[in-house]
């Protein structure tokens, strides 16, 4: 299923003309039926100097992009409007790091389930495009995709 959404998002992103944005390994972290706010998380690349400026979800009221900054031994999020894409680097939203925040859920995350959601990406010129992604829901206790340089 995973390469099913791969390929859809590759094939979705070549029918662009603009800077070439590809993201890999997105993914949502499923929440309890009462949880309100859960994390979205992807790596995402620019072969251009670009922007993220926007990201959206059809399941959730409000969408932020968070910043997690350690302060006084304690995780802290930040929200902020705009977060660089270097060209070339890979730019890692996982646990612990900068991520999705999607708030005022609309219905519960259940593992296995697929949430579109739309990024909009700036590039050098201030032309905007948007990048439609699937991310699948993964369960709650999902360990962060293969990295562990920020854990404490
Ligand atoms: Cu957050």
């Not at 979705?12 to 979205?40: C, F, H, I, M, Y």
């Not at 400026?53 to 006084?72: D, R, Y």
């Not at 060209?87 to 999705?100: D, S, T, W, Y």
Request: aromatic share 2%.
């Amino acid at each position: 299923m995973k390469k099913t959404l791969l390929a859809a998002a590759v094939a979705a992103l070549s029918l662009n003309a603009w800077a070439d944005v590809a993201v890999r390994e997105s993914w949502v972290r499923g929440t309890t039926p009462a949880q309100k706010a859960t994390g979205a998380f992807m790596e995402l690349s620019s072969s251009d100097e670009a922007v993220l400026v926007s990201v959206s979800s059809p399941l959730a009221g409000v969408v932020e992009i968070h910043t997690t900054k350690m302060e006084n031994g304690v995780m802290k999020m930040r929200s902020v409007h705009r977060l660089d894409l270097p060209a070339g680097q890979v730019v890692k939203l996982q646990p612990g790091g900068n991520h999705v925040m999607l708030m005022d859920l609309r219905q519960q995350m259940k593992k296995g389930d697929v949430v579109p959601i739309t990024l909009k990406v700036e590039g050098k010129d201030k032309k905007v495009q948007t990048i439609e992604i699937r991310a699948e829901v993964r369960d709650l206790a999902a360990p962060a995709t293969m990295d562990h340089g920020h854990k404490h």
